[in-house]
């Protein structure tokens, strides 16, 4: 079945760090690859996303390459904030049984420290 | 646009009582799902529904949980009687691309309900 990695968390930082959160997946086909985010208190939220191949997709800051050849679509930031302590999820979209189900990862917890 | 929409967000209930989780989607959306998240782990899938039809309930624990959602719109998620793992955050979450079409579908979650079973 399909499956997602993610490194264990806690990750701390401190402000303007830079940010690499890995994950890998397993998935027949061609799954979709999307990144999550969870503050404290809140539901889950898109961050970002790619659908295919040598895909990039990016949001405040945040970016994550689509890699193929290495099953893989690690999160990347150039200086995180304060603000981006969250729960970060790494997710695929893939064909289980004849139509489209979504798995997570454990999720990785990101604490940035001023 | 109005987002998902969960309650009650808390409940504290004692094993063996029951109890009911309610959720409206994004007006519009087909697709509704009902995620646990246990506490340190990412959410797993309990059911998926394509407006008022079950597509994927293999992770439900049958003999306890239940859930339906009437008219293909609101959803309700009952178990009965709760046990002590149960606790967790239940989360919902809707789409609006088919179940058939591939790519980026993007799914909207609720704040979520965190339950509490002593």
Same mark, same amino acid.
């Given at each position: 079945g399909n499956s997602v990695t993610q490194m264990e968390g806690p990750v701390t930082l401190s402000e303007e760090a830079f940010l690499t959160i890995?994950?890998?997946y397993t998935a027949t086909g061609y799954p979709s690859l999307f990144w999550y985010? *969870?503050?404290?208190g809140e539901g889950l939220q898109l961050l970002l996303k790619a659908t295919k191949a %040598? %895909? /990039?997709? &990016?949001n405040k800051?945040?970016?994550a390459t689509y890699r193929k050849e290495t099953t893989s679509f690690h999160l990347e930031k150039g200086s995180v904030q304060v603000s981006d302590s969250a729960v970060y999820f790494c997710a695929l979209r893939g064909n289980s049984g004849g139509y489209q189900k979504v798995t997570f990862g454990i999720g990785t917890k990101l604490q940035v420290i001023p | 646009e109005a987002g998902v929409? *969960? &309650?009650p967000r808390y409940k504290i209930i004692e094993k063996r009582q029951s109890v009911a989780f309610w959720c409206n989607p994004i007006s519009g959306h087909a697709t509704l799902y009902w995620y646990q998240q246990i506490l340190g782990q990412g959410p /797993? $899938? $309990?059911i998926q529904f394509q407006n008022n039809g079950v597509v994927d309930d293999s992770q439900l624990p049958k003999d306890r949980f239940s859930a339906e959602r009437l008219k293909g719109v %609101? &959803?309700? $998620?009952k178990i009965q009687p709760a046990k002590l793992e149960d606790s967790a955050v239940y989360l919902c979450a809707s789409s609006s691309r088919h179940l058939t079409s591939g790519g980026g579908e993007t799914q909207y979650f609720g704040p979520g309900t965190r339950l509490l079973v002593l």
């Open positions: 890995n994950c890998t985010v *969870q503050y404290p %040598d %895909d /990039k997709g &990016s800051g945040f970016e | 929409a *969960q &309650s /797993k $899938l $309990l %609101d &959803s309700t $998620l």
